[in-house]
């Protein structure tokens, strides 16, 4: 008998402590985001819409190397690449990204992509509003997603298509 006395006891207990969260709760103030009249705020480590970041000379910091292409579970990383030559430089290195597309509507945001780049090319910029009524409009382009020539950089230069470098 007393074991059931007991148990009364701690489940009323639980639900008196549950009561007062609930009503205090209920007293404090509601808060509510204006968005979009008011810009919403994001943690730091928000993921958003990819960056393809440059280096301090204005170059493309990927080197097609296909990691993050590799390293994405969902496969909506799309790169074709090209080589980089003395007349024509848009990377650092030997090979540069001729095509970086992917498909917003496969990728799950997981950042396996930005883990795999040895370069840091490809970051989660806090980019969020990417909703559209027609799925084409999802797959973004290379041109997307490069971040800005830093201030005193020179853009690299790139050669129309049916010249031929020498």
């Given at each position: 008998?007393?074991?059931?006395?007991?148990?009364?006891?701690?489940s009323a207990t639980a639900i008196a402590k549950g009561m007062g969260v609930?009503?205090?709760?209920?007293?404090?103030?509601?808060?509510t985001e204006n968005y979009p009249d008011e810009p919403p705020v994001l943690q730091e480590r928000y993921r958003g819409v990819h960056v393809l970041q440059r280096d301090v000379?204005?170059?493309?910091?990927?080197?097609?190397?296909?990691?993050?292409?590799?390293?994405?579970?969902?496969?909506?990383?799309?790169?074709?690449?090209?080589?980089?030559?003395?007349?024509?430089?848009?990377?650092?290195?030997?090979?540069?990204?001729?095509?970086?597309?992917?498909?917003?509507?496969?990728?799950?945001?997981?950042?396996?992509?930005?883990e795999a780049c040895p370069t840091d090319a490809i970051t989660h910029g806090h980019g969020f509003e990417v909703a559209s009524f027609h799925t084409s409009a999802l797959v973004k382009r290379k041109e997307d997603m490069?971040?800005?020539?830093?201030?005193?950089?020179?853009?690299?230069?790139?050669?129309?298509?049916g010249a031929a470098a020498h």
């Amino acid at each position: 008998m007393a074991n059931k006395i007991g148990e009364i006891f701690e489940s009323a207990t639980a639900i008196a402590k549950g009561m007062g969260v609930t009503f205090r709760e209920m007293m404090s103030p509601t808060v509510t985001e204006n968005y979009p009249d008011e810009p919403p705020v994001l943690q730091e480590r928000y993921r958003g819409v990819h960056v393809l970041q440059r280096d301090v000379n204005g170059l493309e910091k990927c080197v097609a190397c296909f990691l993050c292409a590799a390293a994405c579970p969902s496969n909506c990383i799309y790169i074709e690449a090209a080589e980089n030559t003395d007349k024509v430089r848009i990377s650092g290195g030997e090979r540069y990204a001729k095509v970086y597309n992917i498909d917003y509507n496969r990728c799950i945001f997981c950042g396996y992509c930005v883990e795999a780049c040895p370069t840091d090319a490809i970051t989660h910029g806090h980019g969020f509003e990417v909703a559209s009524f027609h799925t084409s409009a999802l797959v973004k382009r290379k041109e997307d997603m490069l971040a800005p020539i830093p201030p005193g950089a020179q853009p690299p230069v790139v050669a129309p298509e049916g010249a031929a470098a020498h």
